[in-house]
């Protein structure tokens, strides 16, 4: 099985480079747009490598619902709603930029970039937070598919709609780049789609819990 994995589509605060973290924002017009096309993409993907999808699970967050749901409506497959899929939590700092973070709370953010795996933004999470509760949400989501496994969907793939920071910190884990300048060498795009396979997530799991 392969987990394909996306981030939402764009948001206003996306465009105003805003801290999202848990708050909630819907898509913008854009964010539409792009959840169509990832749509698209995966349908020429997936059809070019005689692969398919079983399901499209997804954050409860609205930016990530609703990319499932358009996703999941255009390839007709059911979308299910994870708790543990969420974007990290950034406490103090959600609304603002990154600068005016900086400038309001320059000693926790200091503390904070020190050691990003295990400290936390007051009132937020940690990387590892992050990860502990992603992997969760993932082995709840093989539950899942082990309960309903048939003949027909054993070979299928499933899609995650999720967040950047999740995702960057996968993509971290698995390309070997160190968590305090992650942020920088990692880039995870608004609605596209990132692919592992299973035995890939397992070791980036092992690496988290070591």
């Known amino acids: 099985m392969r987990i394909y994995m996306a981030r939402h589509g764009e948001t206003d605060w996306n465009v105003e480079r805003r801290i999202q973290g848990s708050t909630d924002i819907p898509l913008n017009e854009n964010g539409i747009r792009q959840a169509y096309?990832?749509?698209?993409?995966?349908?020429?993907?997936?059809?070019?490598?005689?692969?398919?999808?079983?399901?499209?699970?997804t954050s409860p967050l609205k930016r990530a619902k609703e990319t499932a749901e358009i996703v999941g409506g255009e390839l007709h497959l059911p979308v299910r709603v994870i708790s543990g899929l969420e974007e990290m939590n950034f406490g103090v700092c959600e609304g603002k930029s990154w600068l005016e973070a900086k400038k309001e709370y320059p000693k926790e953010l200091e503390v904070w970039e020190e050691n990003k795996q295990f400290r936390r933004i007051p009132g937020g999470e940690s990387y590892q937070d992050v990860l502990n509760r992603f992997f969760s949400a993932y082995s709840l989501i093989k539950k899942e598919l082990e309960e309903e496994k048939s003949d027909a969907n054993k070979e299928k793939d499933i899609l995650i709609i999720t967040h950047g920071a999740v995702?960057?910190?996968?993509?971290?884990?698995?390309?070997?780049?160190?968590?305090?300048?992650?942020f920088i060498r990692v880039r995870v795009e608004n609605a596209r789609a990132y692919f592992f396979e299973e035995d890939e997530i397992e070791a980036i799991r092992a690496k988290c819990q070591a």
């Open 167 to 182: 995702i960057m910190l996968l993509l971290s884990l698995k390309e070997g780049h160190s968590f305090q300048d992650s």
């Open 37 to 57: 096309s990832l749509s698209n993409y995966l349908e020429r993907q997936l059809c070019a490598e005689d692969h398919s999808l079983s399901s499209v699970f």
